[in-house]
């Protein structure tokens, strides 16, 4: 799916440099995962178990899930119990503004969409509240590719 919703083009999004991707995180310590399966063979599991083996505290966010291998996983954003530096989704593109509106409130410091993840109206609310943006990335595979540490747990 394409960035736009509209006949409108999309100008003002610039992806992060790889220095900006690999302060982002390294600076970051909890990832709340939007649309966090409890299904092995989905990738938002899969993303989601290696962000933890690395040393991120990691909680899932899945308003159709009550728990996920016997951790809680919350209806929402406003539901995790810390602050939020990374929110990961896992939703299609045109849920993506929702969720960054959420992420606002929620006052978390980005939010990353995975690959192929992307809409204009997260772009401008990401602006808008001086929230850092990724679209149409791969934490996992952005994490592996920058060679960024293990982090203690």
Same mark, same amino acid.
């Given at each position: ?94 849920? #993506?503004?929702? @969720?960054?509106?959420? +992420?606002?409130?929620?006052? !978390? ?7 192929? *993840?992307? $809409? #204009?109206?997260? @772009?401008?609310?990401? +602006?808008?509240?001086?929230? !850092? ?7 996992? *595979?952005? $994490? ?10």
């Amino acid at each position: 799916m394409g960035l736009n919703s509209g006949p409108i083009a999309m100008t003002a999004y610039s992806p992060p440099t790889d220095e900006g991707l690999r302060q982002l995180l390294t600076t970051a310590r909890t990832i709340a995962v939007v649309g966090h399966s409890n299904k092995p063979n989905r990738a938002s599991y899969q993303v989601a178990q290696y962000l933890r083996r690395v040393g991120y505290q990691v909680y899932p966010v899945n308003p159709a899930v009550s728990s996920i291998d016997g951790e809680p996983c919350y209806a929402s954003l406003a539901e995790v119990p810390e602050p939020i530096d990374i929110v990961n989704v896992f939703r299609r593109s045109e849920f #993506l503004p929702e @969720v960054t509106e959420e +992420a606002v409130k929620a006052q !978390a410091k980005a939010v990353w969409a995975q690959l192929d *993840i992307q $809409h #204009l109206a997260a @772009v401008e609310t990401a +602006a808008a509240d001086g929230l !850092a943006l990724v679209m149409d990335k791969c934490i996992k *595979i952005e $994490h592996a590719r920058l060679g960024i540490a293990t982090k203690p747990k």
